[in-house]
């Protein structure tokens, strides 16, 4: 019961200085430290690779050997954060990259059901939104990996077809505005797909 406690106050210090972190411009190597420390405090784990998507700042950064090698502009869902199915929310908690889809299409193809149909997207700078939820140029899709939070029955990320991808509506990028998935820039997502590999961990939390 102590032991749940300690780590339930860790986790919330870390929280709390991490968005400290962001309200006081902290660099890029202090921010990789916090999450680091929360995946080992969490978890149990710490990992070389892998990618921290922020609900609340609206980015992906990908981290390599402890330091932020990139970040991202995205688009989380409107509904907020949340595990369940039909939700329409964008879960949170650790996952990983199961499944890369669209090696060498070009940019803006439009994938219907994981498939490239031969169209090519219009892609919208302004703050277009378009009634059917497009997916284009590639998609990283993700699986859980905590059993009854974000895996398995309802919760399951995989099943609930939880992506990493590019879309037609770039002017929305930076608002959360989506259906659940996470939303890139189509060079953004790209480049993102060509930098990262199958069971690439990603982990996501709603601050």
């Known amino acids: 019961m102590k032991k749940t406690i300690r780590l339930k106050n860790s986790i919330l210090l870390l929280t709390i200085l991490y968005s400290l972190c962001f309200t006081a411009n902290a660099n890029k190597k202090d921010l990789s430290v916090f999450i680091d420390e929360y995946l080992s405090i969490k978890y149990n784990r710490s990992y070389k690779n892998y990618l921290f998507i922020s609900i609340r700042q609206q980015k992906l950064f990908h981290i390599i050997d402890g330091s932020i090698s990139e970040s991202y502009p995205i688009s989380t ?7 369940e199915m039909n939700s329409g929310k964008t879960p949170t908690g650790l996952h990983v990259i199961e499944k890369k889809v669209g090696s060498n299409l070009p940019n803006g193809a439009i994938l219907n059901e994981r498939v490239f149909d031969g169209k090519i997207a219009s892609i919208y700078q302004d703050s277009t939104n378009l009634e059917k ?22 919760v399951d990320s995989y099943y609930r077809y ?10 929305l990028i930076g608002q959360p505005v989506s259906h659940g998935c996470i939303r890139m820039l189509n060079e953004d997502v790209i480049r993102l797909y060509n ?8 982990l996501i939390l709603n601050f």
Do not use: C, F, M
């Open 77 to 83: 869902a409107k509904n907020g954060a949340g595990n």
């Open 133 to 154: 939820d497009e997916i284009t140029s590639r998609i990283l899709w993700l699986n859980g990996q905590e059993e009854g939070y974000n895996r398995g029955g309802n």
């Open 162 to 171: 939880i992506y990493i991808h590019g879309t037609p509506e770039e002017g």
């Open 195 to 202: 930098s990262v590999h199958i069971n690439t961990p990603v």
